[in-house]
């Protein structure tokens, strides 16, 4: 499975590209508000010609859905979120404003993912793990052949997601990253929703919120 990363808005907040051999496709928390960004992204698309087949939410919080809706109408795909992050994404509209947010499209799910399963790309499978604790219906996905993970903001590099927000939880978000994120292999690589890519095996030796 290939990933692609781009960085979007001014939460420099992180959305992935994901594709396999069959060219099939599904783009990961949308991040992207300017039209600048959705011609950045969706050039990039088409000029590997894949296929997309999704819009994929690890959570519903404003930085990672800004792009649900016109991505969605755009290539004519559905929208999956976490079966608990419903109420999150409903509401984004209200409090977009505060954010400075003005043409912000909401966007109504087709599918909701449960929170044990697989998502396909394809011939590819992710294995769909649960962890909230930023939120509360947060998933990460997990290609356990590749050993890639996209970690929405569970786990940063040396960080970890906030939990300041509505549902969050920092007990919980610790308790998740240690029972089911640090029991991954320690050469797999975690794709975060901000900064830089990490591995599992860097977070349980350096990260000072949560050391194995």
Not at 4 to 13: A, C, D, G, K, T
Not at 88 to 93: D, H, K, P
Not at 96 to 121: M, R, V
Request: with cysteine; aromatic share 10%.
């Amino acid at each position: 499975m290939e990933v692609q990363s781009f960085v979007f808005s001014p939460l420099y907040e992180n959305t992935y590209v994901l594709w396999d051999h069959t060219m099939k496709a599904i783009i990961v928390d949308p991040g992207c508000y300017e039209k600048y960004e959705f011609d950045e992204i969706i050039k990039f698309i088409d000029d590997r010609k894949l296929q997309i087949k999704a819009i994929v939410n690890t959570h519903c919080h404003i930085d990672h859905v800004l792009g649900n809706e016109k991505l969605k109408k755009h290539f004519k795909v559905p929208l999956l979120i976490p079966e608990n992050e419903v109420d999150n994404l409903r509401a984004v509209e209200a409090y977009a404003p505060n954010w400075g947010i003005t043409h912000y499209e909401p966007a109504t799910p087709d599918h909701l993912i449960e929170n044990e399963g697989t998502i396909s790309i394809g011939e590819t499978d992710l294995k769909v793990i649960y962890a909230p604790g930023h939120s509360p219906g947060h998933q990460v996905f997990y290609y356990e052949e590749g050993k890639k993970l996209i970690g929405g903001d569970v786990l940063f590099r040396d960080s970890i997601g906030r939990t300041d927000l509505p549902g969050g939880d920092h007990d919980t978000l610790i308790e998740n990253i240690k029972t089911k994120l640090f029991t991954l292999p320690d050469e797999t690589v975690v794709y975060p929703g901000h900064g830089p890519t990490t591995t599992i095996g860097h977070e349980k030796e350096h990260n000072p919120f949560v050391k194995a």
